[in-house]
């Protein structure tokens, strides 16, 4: 089974708009990490907004927010007032347990591209 | 901050030659990881490094690949021999260790290798 499912493989937005990019995850683990990166044309990843599985907030970054639904297993990402700079790939990834001193790797969703129209 | 550096950031080569990709983590990072980026794969994690040890290397392809860290300021992952296959982008990232922070893994700018 597919541990990060990212259903969008394209969105395209208005500039100025909000979008919301799905990613649900799968995990029996009570202690994980939820992560999402953008990669533009460059090809470089750019970590954005990172969400705890204990956290009881919402995690905010700037013009990006993590809408976390613990329940649902679900952790959209959620960009505000679009910009045309936005336009690039944006993966969902997860990072399972974790014991302190020990590091996780990250297990990636497929992706979605996402477009901002002028 | 130079962040994680990675050399070549090209490399075209033909099949049946070795490839040696390497990679700086940032300083003070003592978890390293090197990933495979595919169209048809996507992002596949090939192995990963806690201060200088393999951890778990169960994403390397085959015996083709082996990945190296003498110490802590420098990685490499070699092919050998190289395959058409072998074609993809492959990205270094490093983190700290403990993960009961936030403690996003921080990405270098990839290696596009092309097997001919």
């Known amino acids: 089974a597919q541990k990060i499912t990212q259903t969008q493989p394209g969105m395209f937005v208005q500039e100025k708009e909000a979008v919301t990019l799905d990613c649900t995850y799968d995990?029996?683990?009570?202690?994980?990490?939820l992560f999402w990166y953008k990669q533009p044309s460059s090809g470089e990843m750019i970590f954005l907004i990172y969400?705890?599985?204990?956290?009881?907030q919402n995690a905010t970054e700037g013009r990006y927010s993590l809408n976390f639904q613990k329940a649902r297993k679900s952790a959209n990402l959620v960009i505000s007032a679009s910009q045309l700079g936005d336009s690039a790939m944006y993966f969902c990834a997860m990072r399972e347990g974790g014991s302190s001193g020990s590091a996780r790797q990250l297990t990636f969703g497929s992706g979605t591209q996402l477009t901002v129209l002028p | 901050d130079a962040g994680v550096i990675q050399s070549p950031r090209h490399e075209v080569t033909e099949m049946g030659q070795e490839v040696t990709l390497r990679c700086k983590p940032i300083s003070g990072h003592n978890s390293l990881f090197w990933y495979r980026q595919t169209m048809m794969r996507g992002l596949e994690l090939l192995i990963y490094f806690n201060n200088n040890v393999p951890i778990d290397d169960s994403g390397m392809p085959e015996d083709r690949f082996s990945a190296k860290m003498p110490n802590a300021s420098f990685s490499t992952l070699k092919i050998q021999p190289s395959e058409p296959r072998d074609s993809a982008v492959y990205f270094c990232?490093?983190?700290?260790?403990?993960?009961?922070?936030?403690?996003?893994?921080?990405f270098g700018p990839g290696t596009r290798l092309t097997v001919l």
């Open positions: 969400q705890g599985s204990y956290d009881q």
């Open positions: 995990t029996s683990d009570p202690s994980y990490g």
């Open positions: 990232a490093s983190s700290f260790r403990w993960t009961s922070e936030n403690n996003e893994q921080f």
